[in-house]
């Protein structure tokens, strides 16, 4: 890459792009729990803890997506 194709970007170029590229991962980590509330799920509170605590695991966020996705059964009435 040319020296001059450096100087070119703009200094505030980082306050652009950081902030968009933190707003899209935590968008992104969070995404069972926003398709849970979304969804109205029962174990949406339940969803949210387990994907806070465990989402960074990868294996934890894909069980709280499953979880968010999954359809409800019916509650018996008594």
Known sequence: ?????????????????????FGFGLLMYFL?????????KRDAGAILVLNFFLGWTCIGWIIALV???KEDVPMMAR
Do not use: E, K, Q, Y
């Open 1 to 21: 890459m040319p020296l001059f194709a450096i100087a070119a970007i703009p200094h505030f170029f980082p306050f652009l792009f950081v902030p968009h590229f």
């Open 32 to 40: 069972p729990t926003i398709v849970a509330f979304g969804r109205s």
């Open 67 to 69: 979880w968010a996705l």
